[in-house]
Every structure is written in C-alpha cells, then in structure tokens.
Nanobody, 116 residues
Framework: QVQLVESGGGLVQPGGSLRLSCAAS????????MGWYRQAPGKERELVAT???????NYLDSVKGRFTISRDNAENTVNLQMSSLKPDDTAVYYC??????????WGQGTQVTVSS
C-alpha cells in the first residue's frame, strides 16, 4: 500500500514562509485527489488545499492568495508553499490522498508553528 510521508514543518515567525512536502512511496497517479489538511489544538481537522490528478486546485478561504498547492508527478510529491504565515496557521498539517476506489490514505502529520 502506498504510504504518504510529510516533511518541512517547523517554527516560523509571523509573515514568514514554509514549504511542506508530501512524498508518496508509489505513484501519485493512483490518487484522484491529493490534499493538505490541518488540525489545531482543540479544533477539528480542516481542509487546507486539494489538487486533482488533472491539476485543478481548491483552497480554504483563509489561505487563498497565501498558500499554493502543487504536484510533482516525476518525484511523486505534493507540495504546499505557505507564505505570509499567521499565528492562526499553527497546526499539525496532514497530507491526504484519495484513491479512485474512495479509499483515503493519511500521512503522519508535520507540525507548523507560527510564533514570534
């Protein structure tokens, strides 16, 4: 079974940038849609951004214009470029892949902390 492994999280000051990467152990073409979700302490997990196999994207309203999701088919990675980060962006970020069968696979998560 394909596994997803996130990297790139860390501590950044408000206004800074981070790039998250999600590496799949197999081909990302096996997923109809891939995305990034986040979960802050005491809050429910929420969708941040998704990208389809055809390249269509969707974003949470609060990150539009600041975050960009992309996929590298050759490297089997899905990336999330985050800029103009705010303390409210602090959360554990999870990579997600939805198979054509409907099965959903999650990564283990990576912590993003935005603080001065």
């Amino acid at each position: 079974q394909v596994q997803l492994v996130e990297s790139g999280g860390g501590l950044v000051q408000p206004g800074g940038s981070l790039r998250l990467s999600c590496a799949a152990s197999g081909s990302i073409f096996s997923f109809s849609t891939m995305g990034w979700y986040r979960q802050a302490p005491g809050k429910e997990r929420e969708l941040v951004a998704t990208i389809t196999v055809g390249g269509s994207t969707n974003y949470l309203d609060s990150v539009k214009g600041r975050f960009t999701i992309s996929r590298d088919n050759a490297e089997n990675t899905v990336n999330l470029q985050m800029s103009s980060l705010k303390p409210d962006d602090t959360a554990v970020y999870y990579c997600n892949g939805r198979r054509y069968s409907g099965i959903v696979i999650w990564g283990q998560g990576t912590q993003v902390t935005v603080s001065s």
